[in-house]
């Protein structure tokens, strides 16, 4: 066998002693990064059962409670392992410690297998947000169980309390105008009214000024001469002069008449 398969058969032989080390090595979780020292807050060494929590990327990662004496250890010392969950990767990332309501002033780095002694000083401060907690490996689901009976049908609730009523909305806006309606027919002419009473009599017109006087009428005749006689002829005189004043008395009666219209 030449020196070059021999050397060959050597790596062959070399590379499949050190594969199981190598998938056991795989197999393996990366081991914790362990810290420890004394602890400090408000410049005062922690009472033991003072808590110490590390926490990476905001979630927290690994806590203690500070022991001395009961622990073999000095007062006021803590000694934490932070282990890296399944699922996860810690290596590299920054590590914040708070002591109690305090954050230490310290940080750290994680490392597999790594950690220091790192002497923890802090000054109390408000109480820490809520920090989530690094979940726990999803557990293995079995086979579902069969579905169990449908629990009767529970009592109905008592009716709320009616809300308060509600605020009253806003005025609507006015309506348009409705279109003019159709003319209605003309009504039955009425009957005609009765005669109004008669008049009363108008008050008598005021009497008209007298006329003027008539002229004087012309001379009657002369009467023919009388008898001379024994008084028949006197007689006659006095019926001719009576029916001269009639005359001129009617005369002039006819003159007014005539004024007057």
């Not at 000083?121 to 449908?150: D, E, K």
């Amino acid at each position: 066998m030449t020196k070059a398969k021999l050397l060959a058969l050597m790596a062959i032989l070399a590379m499949l002693l050190a594969l199981p080390a190598l998938v056991l090595a795989q197999a393996q979780p990366p081991r914790p990064a362990v810290f420890g020292g004394s602890v400090t807050l408000d410049g005062v060494t922690a009472a033991d059962g003072t808590t110490v929590t590390a926490t990476i990327d905001g979630v927290v990662a690994a806590t203690v409670t500070v022991c001395g004496a009961g622990c073999g250890r000095a007062p006021g010392n803590y000694a934490l392992a932070i282990a890296q969950p399944d699922g996860l990767s810690y290596a590299g990332k920054e590590i914040t410690f708070r002591v109690g309501t305090g954050t230490a002033a310290q940080k750290a780095t994680w490392t597999a297998s790594g950690g220091d002694i790192l002497n923890l000083t802090a000054v109390s401060g408000p109480p820490p947000a809520t920090a989530t907690p690094v979940p726990p490996p999803a557990p293995v689901v079995g086979p579902a169980g069969l579905a169990g009976a449908t629990g009767p049908a529970g009592v109905a609730g008592a009716p709320g309390v009616p809300g308060p009523a509600g605020a009253k909305g806003d005025k609507g806006d006015t309506g348009a105008k409705g279109d003019a309606g159709a003319a209605g027919t003309a009504g039955v002419a009425g009957s005609d009214g009765a005669d109004g009473a008669a008049g009363t009599a108008g008050t008598a017109g005021a009497s008209g000024a007298s006329g003027p006087a008539g002229s004087a009428g012309s001379a009657g005749a002369d009467g023919a001469a009388g008898e001379a006689a024994t008084g028949g002829g006197g007689m006659m005189s006095i019926i001719a002069l009576i029916v001269a004043v009639l005359a001129l008395v009617a005369a002039g009666g006819g003159i007014m008449m005539g004024g007057r219209r």
